[in-house]
């Protein structure tokens, strides 16, 4: 509490808290998902086993991610941070995570650097003591800032792994974006080597392609995020804020980006682990993108709706959901652990198919 008799959150920067507070209402709405362009998961069909001889019990769901061990693949993925609400928010979904042993992660913490007032509203390891919590911070952010600068931003958050977001489309709609991405493989390759915890190249919607995924790997980098085209449009969202010729743009560009499925499909032979986000609504999109080749599946936007509608027990409520289909899958298809769902038979969709082949 600051002197004023204010929370520090309240006195953090009107255009901070505006932006977040937009986010938070804009992706809960649904008025910002993809208009034309899906996840492409739906064009994954998995083969019933009507033998799977075994018990249903038998089921193994533990995933080991980022130096810890999931109880499902699941991801609670990037939320928000900056505001009296976000504060609400993660620290209910941070102890959504710590209760069902699944992975948390933490909006972008450039409002810590641009108002360290509003750090606590990224803080939830009381609540989360031993929950794989992700950091989260841009690219561009990342390269203004010393290594000792960003180690101290992980640090005061307590997280076990940096997201490193890679956001150009967004950025050029987005008020005041930034326009410069020079140095991004260096900036990666300085994190990787002195940053002291694991990395995690991320988009923000858009995908990760190929290209991108060979030059991660090329750093030593080994955990990836799509955040793929499908779900929630960060370039719809900051449509909405923009005005004049960036909205028009905006409109233009609102289904920009490689589809979820794909971008999980087009890094699944590089070695890397893949967290699939991006447009990832039920436990059987995540079945789906386990079967083409990730290792775990993120959700947002439902888990902040079933937050928004039903608290703390409403979130706990769909995440259980999410991980008894996930589950289910995984013993109709004849498999054991979620691993196995990469090699099940499967039937794939032409679309995804051609994405597949022609994308590389």
Same mark, same amino acid.
Not at 295 to 304: I, K, R, Y
């Given at each position: 509490?600051?002197?004023?008799?204010? %929370?520090?959150?309240?006195?953090?920067?009107?255009?901070?808290?505006?932006?977040?507070? *937009?986010?938070?209402?804009?992706?809960?709405?649904?008025?910002?998902?993809?208009?034309?362009?899906?996840?492409?998961? *739906?064009?994954?069909?998995?083969?019933?086993?009507?033998?799977?001889?075994?018990?249903?019990?038998e089921v193994d769901l533990s995933t080991p991610l980022l130096g810890k061990v999931l109880k499902a693949p699941?991801?609670?993925?990037?939320?928000?941070?900056?505001?009296?609400?976000?504060?609400?928010?993660?620290?209910?979904?941070?102890?959504?995570?710590?209760?069902?042993?699944?992975?948390?992660?933490?909006?972008?913490?450039?409002?810590?650097?641009?108002?360290?007032?509003?750090?606590?509203?990224?803080?939830?390891?009381?609540?989360?003591?031993?929950?794989?919590?992700?950091?989260?911070?841009?690219?561009?952010?990342?390269?203004?800032?010393?290594?000792?600068?960003?180690?101290?931003?992980?640090?005061?958050?307590?997280? *076990?792994?940096?997201?490193?977001?890679?956001?150009?489309?967004?950025?050029?709609?987005?008020? !005041?974006?930034?326009?410069?991405?020079?140095?991004?493989?260096?900036?990666?390759?300085?994190?990787?080597?002195?940053?002291?915890?694991?990395?995690?190249?991320?988009?923000?919607?858009?995908?990760?392609?190929?290209?991108? !995924?060979?030059?991660?790997?090329?750093?030593?980098?080994? %955990?990836?995020?799509?955040?793929?085209?499908?779900?929630?449009?960060?370039?719809?969202?900051?449509?909405?804020?923009?005005?004049?010729?960036?909205?028009?743009?905006?409109?233009?560009?609102?289904?920009?980006?490689?589809?979820?499925?794909?971008?999980? !499909?087009?890094?699944? *032979?590089? !070695?890397?682990?893949?967290?699939?986000?991006?447009?990832?609504? %039920?436990?059987?999109?995540?079945?789906?993108?386990?079967?083409?080749?990730?290792?775990?599946?993120?959700?947002?936007?439902?888990?902040?709706?079933?937050?928004?509608?039903?608290?703390?027990?409403?979130?706990?409520?769909?995440?259980?959901?999410?991980?008894?289909?996930?589950?289910?899958?995984?013993?109709l298809t004849g498999c054991r652990t979620p691993s196995e769902l990469r090699t099940a038979p499967k039937v794939?969709?032409? %679309?995804?198919?051609?994405?597949?082949?022609?994308?590389?």
């Amino acid at each position: 509490m600051a002197a004023d008799g204010k %929370t520090d959150v309240e006195n953090a920067p009107p255009a901070i808290k505006k932006r977040k507070a *937009d986010h938070i209402a804009l992706c809960a709405s649904g008025e910002v998902e993809f208009r034309d362009k899906g996840t492409l998961l *739906d064009e994954v069909q998995l083969v019933h086993d009507a033998l799977p001889d075994r018990h249903y019990d038998e089921v193994d769901l533990s995933t080991p991610l980022l130096g810890k061990v999931l109880k499902a693949p699941v991801v609670i993925s990037a939320m928000t941070g900056g505001t009296d609400q976000a504060k609400e928010i993660n620290r209910d979904l941070a102890r959504a995570a710590e209760k069902l042993g699944l992975g948390f992660g933490l909006g972008s913490q450039r409002a810590m650097v641009i108002a360290p007032e509003v750090t606590s509203t990224f803080q939830v390891r009381d609540v989360a003591p031993t929950a794989l919590v992700m950091g989260n911070l841009g690219l561009v952010q990342a390269r203004q800032m010393s290594t000792g600068a960003i180690r101290e931003l992980c640090a005061v958050a307590g997280v *076990d792994a940096l997201c490193v977001h890679l956001n150009p489309s967004m950025e050029l709609i987005q008020p !005041g974006g930034d326009r410069d991405f020079t140095a991004g493989r260096e900036v990666l390759k300085r994190l990787h080597g002195e940053l002291g915890i694991p990395i995690v190249v991320k988009e923000t919607g858009a995908g990760l392609s190929r290209r991108v !995924g060979l030059a991660v790997k090329q750093i030593g980098i080994t %955990t990836v995020d799509t955040s793929g085209a499908g779900g929630t449009s960060w370039v719809g969202v900051e449509t909405r804020r923009a005005e004049g010729q960036a909205r028009k743009m905006g409109e233009e560009l609102w289904d920009w980006g490689i589809p979820t499925g794909a971008s999980v !499909g087009l890094l699944a *032979d590089l !070695g890397l682990h893949i967290i699939a986000t991006g447009g990832l609504r %039920t436990g059987t999109d995540v079945a789906h993108a386990l079967a083409l080749g990730a290792t775990a599946g993120g959700l947002a936007a439902p888990v902040l709706r079933a937050w928004r509608d039903g608290g703390y027990d409403g979130a706990v409520a769909f995440l259980e959901q999410v991980v008894e289909t996930v589950r289910a899958i995984v013993f109709l298809t004849g498999c054991r652990t979620p691993s196995e769902l990469r090699t099940a038979p499967k039937v794939i969709g032409s %679309t995804l198919r051609a994405w597949l082949e022609q994308a590389r």
